[in-house]
């Protein structure tokens, strides 16, 4: 007889449970979970207000997210408690290569053909074959590098676009002396002096130093030289004359 009762009681639980679930499923009681992209804009933005975020979407890595915030990639995990910073590699029986973002390099070509070339300070060729915008610093080694071999890149047909990135900010001497390059009736002379170590006066003027420095930051530069590339690319670091025309397959 309590068996009997007992699975008489588990029987109406049940019914009961079943109920209940059936109640909690019906339209009108589901409680709308906020989705991954949700969770994650809200949790970085918390985290990092400065920046701001422009794009949230899977990334090519299985249950990790692609955060574009501030012009740089983060991975973040779909619960937004932990994200990386850092390249993704695609591994192929031939070695790695470095995965681009296909949207966020869209974006940047699109940027790119918005740049007005009487902003830049250019080094050209006497027949382009290619064209490179190059954010720069007069402090940087490599940035000197690039320039003391201007003679060999144009050479190559590559055209070489300066853009401003004094990489202590804004204002700085860095910034000043960037300044005077862009001011000054011999742009490119001035600006080649002053990477040589020259003493030059300083000159001022109405000038896109700093809204140049801004677009770099928005790109995600945070080092110099950093070559825009015609497919809307970003290297960061020095390139030789050869690799860069072979990069830009003009060699």
């Not at 990489?167 to 001497?173: E, F, H, L």
Request: contains cysteine; charged residues 20%.
């Amino acid at each position: 007889m309590f068996v009997k009762r007992l699975s008489a009681w588990l029987g109406f639980a049940a019914f009961c449970c079943a109920g209940a679930a059936l109640a909690a499923d019906a339209p009108g009681n589901l409680i709308k979970r906020p989705t991954p992209e949700a969770v994650i804009t809200a949790k970085i933005s918390q985290a990092i207000p400065q920046y701001k975020i422009t794009s949230v979407r899977p990334s090519p890595i299985e249950g990790l997210y692609l955060v574009t915030v501030g012009g740089s990639d983060l991975l973040v995990t779909a619960d937004g408690s932990r994200f990386i910073q850092g390249d993704i590699f695609n591994v192929t029986a031939a070695g790695y290569t470095k995965w681009e973002d296909p949207a966020l390099v869209a974006e940047r070509k699109k940027m790119l053909a918005t740049v007005n070339p009487k902003d830049a300070i250019i080094f050209k060729p006497a027949a382009t074959k290619a064209v490179v915008y190059v954010f720069t610093d007069v402090d940087c080694g490599y940035c000197r590098k690039l320039n003391s071999e201007m003679a060999d890149y144009n050479k190559l047909g590559i055209e070489i676009r300066y853009l401003a990135f004094p990489r202590a900010g804004i204002p700085s001497p860095s910034a000043d002396r960037l300044v005077t390059a862009w001011c000054s009736k011999d742009k490119q002379g001035t600006l080649t002096k002053i990477k040589e170590g020259y003493d030059v006066p300083a000159a001022t003027c109405t000038n896109p130093v700093e809204a140049e420095f801004n677009l770099g930051v928005s790109l995600g530069v945070n080092a110099t030289p950093a070559l825009w590339m015609p497919d809307g690319n970003i290297r960061l670091g020095y390139l030789p004359p050869k690799q860069l025309a072979k990069e830009l397959g003009i060699l």
